[in-house]
Structure formats: C-alpha cells, structure tokens
C-alpha cells in the first residue's frame, strides 16, 4: 500500500544578502524551524535529501549530504541533490518517493545556496554552469540571454512586448510587500520596470530574479507516523512529477513552451488525480518574467499565446481567478537557487494551512502546486498539494 505523505512542518530563513552565513548554517536554521513546526525530533530523521547548486563556485565546498545532515542535528543517511534551479524541488520529490515506498517514515528535504559573497560576474558564471559547456557557455550564454531568446522568439510568434512582463514584476512585488522573508518587500510600477537600466533585451533589471542567500526545509511523514504520533499535519503531497528536456535550447523543436514542465505537470496530475481546472493557488518558476509566462501555459493554466497577457489583467493578482506567487515568486522573495522548490513547498504549505501572511485571499483553497525549473528548463519538478484533513 502506498503511503499518503504529509507535510509535517516547514521552515525558511529570510531570503536576501547574507554573504557572511554559511550555506551549512542556512539550511540548520531552516530544519530547526521545521522540526519545531512539525513537532518532530531530529533523531526521528531516517534519510535526508539535500538541494545545493553552487556550493563549488561560492564555497568550493562538495560532499554537501553529510555536512547539511550534521547542520540540523541529524545522524542519517544524507545525499546532495544537483538539478540546476531545480535542485531542491527534486530533493523534496526524492522524498516523497522514499515515503511512498515504504522505506521510510521521516525525512528532512530542503536545501541552500549561499550567492551573495560573489561577485556579479562570478555569480552569472556559475549559475551558467546549468547551460551546455560547449555549445552554449562558450558561445558566451549566460540565463538572462538564454531567457531573453526565449521572450524574443515568444513576441514574435504569439505577441506581446515589455510591458506585458512588466505586470508580472510588478504583480509578484505586490505579493511579495507583507512576506517577512522576502528579499524584496517593496511596490514598484510598470514605468519603473520599463525605465530599469537593461540587462538583456527585453529585460530590464526588474525582470530578473536578484543573487540571493537563503535556505528552506520541509519535515516529510507518512500518514500512519503522524497519526500515531498525533501530528497536525493537514497538509499532503498527493501528486509529484519530474521530466527533463535538452540540456542546450538550439536542441529544442520550439523556445516558446518548456515541455518538461507540461511532462512533469501531467504526471503530477495524474499522480493526485486532478487537473489544472482544480489548482486553487500556484507558486511557479518566475526566474525571469518570460517563466511565469512560459510556466503557466505548459501547466495548463493558459493556452498557448494566452499567458503574456493574464498578468496584465489580472487573472493571476492575488485577488485573481488563478493567484501565482502569493510569496513573490523568485522574482521579488528571492532566488537562492539550492533552496527555491524547498521554499516553494514551505509557502504553499503555509498558504494552505492558512498561517501565511497572503493566506486571507485563498482561504477556501484546497489544492495548491508548486513548479520549479532548472535552467531553461531542462529540469523541472511539479508538485500537488492538498489539504487533507
């Protein structure tokens, strides 16, 4: 019998510019809050799976399991995650497999990236790592070019210009105002996004994710260990997809869509028994205004052409039909890139338990998702959530 996997508890630091902090220290402090908001001991901890990205470029540090374990106060078997953007986000899918397997009862997901103690040019290198070496890197790509193809390529078959991203940014500011832990908890306009000095055609600086230092972590059970544990731990992942594409875009049929996204979401689906028509909330890979867009139409949200236009109307706002990134999204709560899809998790499960700050304008929602991308998405791993009393 598969076992149902609940969320037992989250945690998160702030998000932001932390260069002094360790990305072993982040991730501590993120299992401790989660172990306190689970009501879970650390020595109850069976397998822990760990997302980090960077950590050989910003602290030339490998061999990340143990030294993350060691950091929450767990003696148990540790791996490092590497999938890019995506890297926790698979940690967490790792351990919902683990659950469901009947291999385990207790495991500790999550991950952190420390970014801020590089330089911008030495952080852009290394997050280039993601690309094709060969092809791509030494071409000269780096993300806010690869994405900026992406967005070009996108106005020219199915419309759309600068301004229509510019109502992502600013709506994913907007969410972001009253979340303590994002890195930016500021209003911006659609005139100042178009006045932001330009980092790549079509983008200006607030159309990309910033540098960011930060650390998440999620206590995952199976059901029969919170019930003989009494744990209230409403919230389960009932549907959770994986699928990668070509690593290099010049490999791809189209640039305009991200079919490991409409892979991983249809698996995820199937997997909870539910479709797009029932997600109540989504957090999304927003690392560049043009994911939102491209993220939302490959999970069937929006048809193809449909999405560059939803912000500007309002459909995904908080008070929309269909909120996306009540958190701020990468955009404005931050993108420490090993801790993205465990943040995800932490905000959505929050979202739903109604203990967000953003939770007030979905509070009948039952059914939430989470996507989170690696590179230009190559990776990608779609979670379900559900509140399950």
């Known amino acids: 019998m598969v076992s149902q996997v609940r969320v037992a508890g989250v945690g998160m630091t702030p998000f932001g510019k932390s260069p002094e902090r360790t ?3 982040m991730f501590g402090d993120a299992a401790d809050e989660a172990f306190e908001d689970a009501g879970v001991d650390p020595d109850d901890v069976e397998e822990v799976f760990y997302g980090n990205f960077m950590g050989e470029f910003a602290e030339q540090q490998g061999h990340q399991g143990p030294l993350a374990a060691s950091a929450a106060g767990v003696r148990a078997p540790a791996t490092r995650i590497e999938s890019a953007c995506a890297s926790s986000g698979v940690a967490v899918r790792m351990g919902v497999e683990k659950i469901r397997s009947g291999a385990a009862d207790v495991v500790l997901v999550g991950g952190a990236e420390r970014m801020t103690n590089l330089s911008t040019a030495d952080g852009t290198a290394a997050l280039a790592a993601a690309a094709d070496a060969l092809y791509e890197i030494n071409a000269g790509v780096t993300f806010p070019g690869a994405y900026s193809l992406m967005a070009n390529r996108y106005f020219e078959e199915y419309g759309g210009d600068r301004e229509d991203l510019a109502h992502v940014a600013v709506k994913n500011h907007d969410h972001a105002v009253d979340n303590e832990l994002a890195q930016f908890q500021m209003e911006i306009t659609v005139e100042k996004v178009l006045d932001a000095v330009q980092v ?19 206590v995952l059970v199976s059901e029969a260990f919170a019930e003989e544990h009494g744990l209230d731990a409403s919230v389960a992942i009932t549907g959770t997809g994986q699928a990668s594409d070509s690593l290099a875009l010049h490999d791809r049929e189209s640039i ?8 991983a979401a249809q698996m995820a689906y199937d997997d909870a028994g539910v479709t797009p028509d029932d997600v109540d909330v989504a957090e999304v890979h927003d690392c560049f205004t043009i994911a939102e ?3 939302i139409e490959s999970l069937g949200f929006f048809g193809k052409g449909e999405g560059i236009t939803v912000a500007r109307e309002g459909k ?12 701020g999204g990468l955009k404005a709560k931050g993108h420490p890139v090993g801790a993205t899809g465990g943040a995800q998790i932490s905000e959505m499960t929050k979202m739903l338990r109604g203990d967000h700050v953003n939770s007030d304008a979905v509070s009948d929602a039952t059914v939430g998702l989470t996507h989170n991308a690696g590179g230009t998405v190559a990776s990608c791993v779609v979670n379900v959530l559900e509140v399950v009393e």
């Open 316 to 327: 995904t706002a908080i008070d929309g039909e269909l909120p996306v990134n009540l958190s």
């Open 200 to 218: 790549c055609s079509p983008f200006g600086l607030f159309d990309c994710s910033p540098m960011s230092d930060g650390g998440s972590a999620a």
């Open 256 to 263: 305009t869509g991200t079919p490991a996204a409409a892979e």
């Open 293 to 295: 867009v491209l993220a």
């Open 23 to 25: 990305a072993r220290e």
